[in-house]
């Protein structure tokens, strides 16, 4: 008995010093988020703006941010080698005066209070084509480091800036395509991210077309990247429980690398994880299949590691959506029509992830299991379901 509970006490004392590290693991409470970018084009030139604003939501704690710059990738269908990009960022802080020479001084976002930062791109090309006619999206990747009682953290985030966007589709248009007992139709839209609104999104793209009894659906990695929840692998620091768990999963898994793992513990807390890996081992062997996956959360199924998505998020790792079942009722109320989150791969596996209330989720089996949005880069993230 008396050794039984040594035994406990020990493992208590394990799962204590397990979670104390990773809450006072190193982090900044700093938030960046971009907004209210536009672009002009300007003879052979095109012109972008946009904001960043930063906030410290922390009471007491003060952070530095000595370094920040932007870098922008493109993206597009065409060659795009000739095209030169030059940024400027221009420090617009409430307590300090702007500098004219484009120099960043190390700055003091103090306790709850921001700053804001201006962006200016310019493309520049040399082919006969605009440059707005050939780069579909930019990606504004903001590089920026904080400093504070945390130490000095590298953080790195982007958000893509769409430049042109594919023409709606109207009723008269519509080729729908036959299925059991419906028809599906696949919409094509501009590349989705934090800039974007989802039900605005579903609006945008099907208002013309939606009927009664209809059912819209979106992806669930494009309703978590509009939410922003993605992360870049470099600003995620893998403990010595991912480098040693992640090793068990499938080479395939997203929980096969050390900053995927991570990412679920740092979602749902390494205890449920070290736990849940566990009682599924455990259990694997009796034939009990899946259970890690039950009891570490949804999370564990929907985290999709790089390469698992559309580019650029296919340099990042995201996360399932938060809330879709919210999301899904106040899109229907919007919208007049069933609405669903779906997860749907080529292998003809459909999971229904939520949907609206009074939706037909056996006709969705059935309309998706072909895949008709794609696996590749069709970018049709919404598919509208019609029963027959």
């Given at each position: 008995m008396e050794c039984l509970l040594l035994i406990l006490l020990l493992l208590g004392l394990a799962i204590a010093w397990i979670e104390a590290r990773h809450r006072l693991w190193p982090a900044s409470p700093l938030e960046l988020r971009q907004s209210d970018?536009?672009?002009t084009q300007n003879g052979a030139s095109l012109e972008m703006e946009g904001w960043l604003d930063i906030s410290n939501p922390h009471g007491r704690m003060e952070v530095m941010v000595p370094e920040l710059e932007v870098q922008p990738t493109l993206i597009?269908?065409?060659?795009?080698?000739?095209?030169?990009?030059?940024t400027r960022i221009t420090p617009h802080?409430?307590?300090?005066?702007?500098?004219?020479?484009?120099?960043?001084?190390?700055y003091?976002?103090?306790?709850?209070?921001?700053?804001?930062v201006h962006v200016a791109i310019t493309l520049s090309g040399t082919a006969p084509a605009p440059v707005g006619e050939r780069v579909d999206t930019v990606w504004v990747d903001v590089h920026w480091v904080n400093y504070g009682p945390f130490g000095r953290?590298?953080?790195?985030?982007?958000?893509?800036?769409?430049?042109r966007r594919p023409a709606v589709t109207t009723a008269a248009q519509a080729e729908f395509r036959s299925g059991d007992q419906c028809s599906v139709l696949?919409?094509?839209t501009h590349l989705l991210g934090p800039l974007d609104d989802c039900i605005e999104v579903l609006r945008h793209y099907s208002a013309d077309l939606l009927q009664k009894g209809d059912i819209l659906t979106i992806g669930e990695t494009p309703v978590a990247v509009i939410q922003g929840r993605y992360a870049h692998p470099s600003t995620i620091n893998p403990g010595w429980l991912a480098r040693l768990l992640c090793r068990v999963f499938h080479p395939t898994s997203s929980l096969a690398t050390a900053c995927g793992l991570q990412t679920l513990i740092n979602q749902v807390g390494p205890t449920r994880v070290l736990l849940a890996w566990l009682v599924g081992s455990l259990l694997k062997p009796l034939g009990q299949r899946g259970w890690f996956y039950r009891l570490a959360g949804d999370?564990?199924?929907?985290?999709?590691?790089?390469?698992?998505?559309?580019?650029?998020?296919?340099?990042?790792?995201?996360?399932?959506?938060?809330?879709p079942?919210?999301?899904?009722?106040?899109?229907?109320?919007?919208?007049?029509?069933?609405?669903?989150?779906?997860d749907v791969n080529d292998l003809g596996r459909v999971k229904v992830l939520a949907s609206s209330r009074g939706c037909d989720e056996d006709l969705l089996q059935r309309a998706l299991k072909p895949n008709p949005a794609g696996n590749a880069n069709e970018r049709t993230p919404l598919v509208l379901v019609r029963p027959a």
């Open positions: 970018w536009s672009a597009g269908s065409a060659d795009l080698r000739d095209i030169v990009t030059s802080h409430p307590d300090e005066e702007t500098r004219a020479d484009g120099y960043w001084p190390a003091i976002v103090k306790g709850h209070k921001s700053t804001r953290l590298s953080r790195r985030q982007g958000v893509a800036v769409p430049l696949p919409l094509k999370q564990a199924r929907l985290i999709d590691d790089i390469t698992g998505t559309t580019p650029p998020y296919d340099q990042t790792i995201v996360l399932g959506p938060q809330d079942e919210q999301l899904c009722d106040q899109a229907a109320a919007a919208l007049g029509v069933s609405v669903a989150i779906v």
